[in-house]
């Protein structure tokens, strides 16, 4: 039974630049969150996605988004890139919304 | 959410047992509290969960007094591998909104 898994595993952008990260759940978990780690602090709630809506967003502004699919995939988009959004980017997926299960995090590296 | 204290680093040696506790004076009626572990460049893993009293599984032991006011996550006979950053989180897990609010985490290095 395949974990939570995200794509890419590191990624570099420029200022300015647009990303998407992806997201694929643990089989047979319909809620997807996503987090955004800086280098030695914890993890700190972006948004959460159910049933293809969001439905709970943390503190970060509208350039970012997300979206989610028929199959519970999601994605994280980030435009307008800032040095500040170099960050470890994590997804997690539970059952409707219980215990969470990380994916490894993307390393997003903006120069 | 109720806000959570810990201390920020720890030290340790193998096969010691470790206490790592955490403050949570607002904590509330319907608050769960759970413990996430986590390793250099990995996503959190879960470690423990509890309400009251106590609880055990096959990694560690959760202590939680009757005012639910701190909580102790207790590693016992720690090795290498323990080291790692812990975090404390505490929250209101019905209805399926939990939303996970993290600290800062403390900081276990286990030495040989």
């Known amino acids: 039974d395949a974990g939570v898994t995200q794509s890419p595993t590191h990624l570099i952008k420029t200022r300015g630049q647009q990303v998407t990260l992806r997201c694929s759940p643990k089989?047979?978990?319909?809620?997807v969150s996503w987090y955004q780690q800086a280098l030695g602090q914890g993890p700190q709630f972006i948004f959460q996605?159910?049933?293809?809506?969001?439905?709970q967003r943390g503190n970060f502004p509208d350039r970012f988004s997300g979206h989610q699919f028929p199959n519970y995939s999601s994605e994280l988009n980030v435009n307008a890139l800032l040095l500040g959004d170099s960050a470890l980017y994590l997804c997690?997926?539970?059952?409707?919304?219980?215990?969470?299960?990380f994916g490894p995090g993307t390393r997003l590296t903006v120069t | 959410l109720a806000k959570t204290t810990q201390p920020i680093s720890m030290d340790s040696y193998e096969g010691q047992e470790v206490n790592i506790t955490c403050s949570h004076n607002?904590?509330?009626?319907?608050?769960?509290i759970t413990w996430y572990q986590q390793f250099p460049s990995q996503g959190p893993r879960f470690i423990i969960q509890?309400?009251?009293t106590k609880v055990t599984n096959e990694v560690a032991s959760l202590f939680i007094p009757a005012d639910r006011k701190s909580s102790t996550l207790s590693l016992p006979r720690v090795s290498l591998s323990d080291t790692a950053v812990y975090y404390c989180?505490?929250?209101?897990?019905?209805?399926?909104?939990?939303?996970?609010?993290f600290g800062a985490g403390t900081r276990l290095a286990v030495h040989p």
């Open positions: 997690a997926s539970s059952l409707k919304g219980w215990e969470q299960y």
């Open positions: 089989s047979g978990h319909d809620t």
């Open positions: 996605y159910y049933e293809e809506e969001e439905r």
């Open positions: 607002n904590i509330a009626t319907n608050d769960y």
């Open positions: 509890g309400y009251k």
């Open positions: 989180l505490v929250g209101d897990m019905a209805g399926g909104y939990n939303k996970l609010i």
